[in-house]
Structures are given as C-alpha cells and as structure tokens.
Nanobody
Framework: QVQLVESGGGVVQPGGSLRLSCVVS????????MGWYRQAPGKQREWVAF???????KYTESVTGRFSISRDTAKNTVFLQMNSLNIEDTAVYLC?????????WGKGTLVTVSS
C-alpha cells in the first residue's frame, strides 16, 4: 500500500511563501504522475499542479507563475513551492499519485493565508 505524507503547511501572510512536501512510501517512479490538490472550506476539491514521470509539469491557471512543483527522486519526495500567496489560496492541500488505475491520497496539510 502506497502512503503519501504531507508536511509544510501553516499560517502565512498575504504575499508570503510556503513549501509543501510529500513523502512517498515507495519509489516515486512507481507512480507515473503525482501532484497536489486543494480543498478550501465549503468548496470542491480542485487540482493545483501535476508532475509526470518524465518531469513534465502542469498548473491550474490560478497558480501559474506563483507555484512550482518539483521532486527529489532520491528522497521519494514531491514539493510544492508556493509564492505570492493570497487569501484565496487558503485550503487543505493534498498530495496525490497514480500508478496504472490506482489513485493514492495523503491526508492533507492546512495552509492558511491571513493578515
């Protein structure tokens, strides 16, 4: 059973930065795509960013230019660098991965952007 464990959430002021981490219990090469979703209070879960096994990345429009997804294959870790945070970025951020037709989810880490 693949496990994903997020960390790095917290409280930050508007304009600030945070870096989220997601440690995978197995080689991240076994997951052909990984990414981050988020769920704000009272809203549906939405995808934020993906990274493929080939290192290709994609971002939802609202975070393009502000967020960056990356990975450290030696540490089986995926990161989400979040810059220029605004109040609308407040949400629980969940790590996600897929191999074949099986999806895996972390439990999430809370990011609160508040002045």
């Amino acid at each position: 059973q693949v496990q994903l464990v997020e960390s790095g959430g917290g409280v930050v002021q508007p304009g600030g930065s945070l870096r989220l981490s997601c440690v995978v219990s197995t080689s991240i090469f076994s997951l052909y795509k990984m990414g981050w979703y988020r769920q704000a209070p009272g809203k549906q879960r939405e995808w934020v960013a993906f990274i493929t096994g080939d290192g290709l990345t994609k971002y939802t429009e609202s975070v393009t230019g502000r967020f960056s997804i990356s990975r450290d294959t030696a540490k089986n870790t995926v990161f989400l660098q979040m810059n220029s945070l605004n109040i609308e970025d407040t949400a629980v951020y969940l790590c996600w991965g897929i191999d074949g037709d099986t999806e895996y989810w972390g439990k999430g880490t809370l990011v609160t952007v508040s002045s």
